[in-house]
Every structure is written in C-alpha cells, then in structure tokens.
C-alpha cells in the first residue's frame, strides 16, 4: 500500500471515530405507519433539512403504552397514529404538546386538527381515509346501502359483515354517528345494524370485503384504502373479489361519508421541539402530501393535493361529512357503552 492511501485510510477512520458533529441534528419518530414509501418520505425531509429521523415502530397501542412508560424521560419527537379514535385518546392522556404553526393551520383543514385551546393543535390530521359501504353487486341494489342509516334497515337483515364493534375504525364511525343523530337515535340505529350482522363480528376490512364476494353477507363496512388496495391488486383473487363487488359513499344526500385520518403531533416532552415542527410542516407540503397519501390509498389532507392513483380516481369524488375529526373520539365512551347495552361485539 503507498504511503497516501495509508494516510487517507487513516484519516478515513479518523472521520469515523470523530464524534458525530456536535450539531447533527435527529429527530425521534414514533410512528405506527409502516409503508415503504414513508421511506422515501423520510429519506427526503433529511435530505432537505440535514435532520436524521429515528424511528420507532409499533401498531397504534404499543407506541401509546411505551409513550406512557415512558414519561417525561420519553425521546419521542414526533407521534404518528392511524385513526382518530387513537389520536384523541392520545391527546386526553396528554401525550401531545401544542403546536402554533401558520403553515400548518394554512395547509390543513380546521375540522381535521385535534384540540386547540388558542395555543395551537395537540396533532394534525396528514391524510384522510373514508368508511364506505361495500356490496356484493347482484344481490344488493346501490340504493338500498346509500346511507348508514340503511345498515339498519330490516331489509337488510342477516345481510352485514363488519370487524369488531369496538375497533377504534367502528368506534369512529359510530361516535360520528352520534353527532349527526344524537345518542338515543344512534343507540337505536347500532341495535339495528347488530339485529341485521349475517355472523358475529370477526377480521378486519379486507376479509368483510372477502366475505362479501365470497357470499358469506352481501354488505360490508370498510375503510376506502382497504379497497383501493384491491382494486390495485395483481393477484388474480384480488381481481375476482373486485370483480364481484361495488362501493358506496353512504350519505351523499345528507351528512356526507365519515372520513377518518392519519395523524401526527409533537410529543408532549419532545427534545428536538424545533426539528418536530418542522417536520409536522413537511408532512403537510404537496410533495409530502403526495407520498403520505398515496403509501396508503389515502388522501391528502391537504385539499389542493391531487396525487395520481389510478384506484381513487376510479372511485371518483365524493361529499365527506364536516364534523371535527375530534368529535368522534369525545364520543368513545358513551358508544362503548352502548355496544355493551346492545350486545354488538
Ligand atoms: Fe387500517
């Protein structure tokens, strides 16, 4: 080896061993989304701002409950949770800090931010999905799913597949319900959507949408992107489940269709406050916006964002209902309790 490679191996180990700049800068993601394009996301906010995300995975509850073991001692940064149910449970066990960002109140709608008590969000909805109504196409007429509120309907009886009353998804829908028809109609409506279930519930969306095709029911409820997912599917039993079904967006003449989100929030002890914020303002640029969506067949939060996918651009538009994503969360509670009172699982 010459005397100059030496060297520069020398000093290339050297570089190594340097301390890290004493002014990198990380940022620690708690995130329970897990698509490969949040890769891409993440490669590019490092790129642009020079601050390394770590990230911690886990499903929805594993970061809430490591959060909470945590305490004041937690590295988290950033909180990224699917489902508002799950933010909101989030923000009342105080886990987010507020957020007063102009570009984030710019960019993301007001009904799709937690709580604002005049010193900003506790978390930002990123993307939106919605809870539609999927039906086996011959035995079922549009018309007779075109709402919600036909989900109870007799004649719809023993026709219904659904996962779990209690999934934060249902607790979602059904606290949104108990906006639009106030608690004493929405406990009589869960009644009857229970009295019309074809078997008890089990699974999660895909396999309702499953079961429809298959003809063990006729009706599903699910999230959009679960669909969506299928209908840009390339196995050839993905093809013939879609071949077999349509989708509804329930209430188009009336609330509109129950939209959920993913959402994100700076931790209530974030070290890196600053670098948090900022990523929260990523999130929310048109080029984050398009990778957050599309990762998931969801859209963006951000109204003037029009990503191509082929999937939601067949399903076409629809009219989504206006209540605070928040609302369904303080409803949590009072649904659970009436699920018990009505015997749906
Ligand atoms: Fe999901």
Known sequence: ??????????????????????????????????????????????????????????????????????????????????????????????????????????????????KDTGNGAQWFGMSTRARVIIYNKIKVKPADVATYESLADPKNKGKICTRSGSHPYNLSLFGAMVEHMGPEKAEAWLQGVKDNLARDPKGGDTDQIKAVAAGECDIAISNSYYFARMMRSTKPEDRAVVEKV??????????????????????????????????????SSDEAQIYFANGNNEWPAVASVKPSNPALESLGTFKSETIPVSAVGVNQGKVQQMLDRVGFK
Request: proline content about 4%; glycine content about 6%.
């Open 1 to 114: 080896m010459s005397l100059s490679r030496v060297f520069l191996a020398a000093a290339a180990v050297a570089a190594l061993q340097a301390p890290a700049h004493a002014q990198e800068q990380v940022l620690n993601l708690y995130s329970a989304r897990h698509y490969q394009t949040d890769e891409a996301l993440y490669a590019n906010f490092t790129k642009a701002t020079g601050i390394r995300i770590n990230r911690v995975d886990g499903d929805d509850s594993g970061i809430l409950s490591r959060l909470k073991s945590e305490g004041a001692s937690s590295p988290a940064d950033v909180i990224l949770l699917v489902d508002a149910a799950r933010l909101w449970r989030a923000e009342t066990d105080g886990l987010f800090q507020p957020v007063k960002s102009s570009t984030l109140d710019s960019r993301i709608p007001a009904n799709l931010r937690g």
């Open 246 to 283: 349509a989708v509804v967006f329930p209430n188009q003449q009336s609330w509109g269709t129950h939209l959920n989100i993913a959402g994100a929030g700076v931790a209530k002890y974030a070290p890196h406050r600053e670098a948090a914020v900022k990523f929260l303002e990523y999130l």
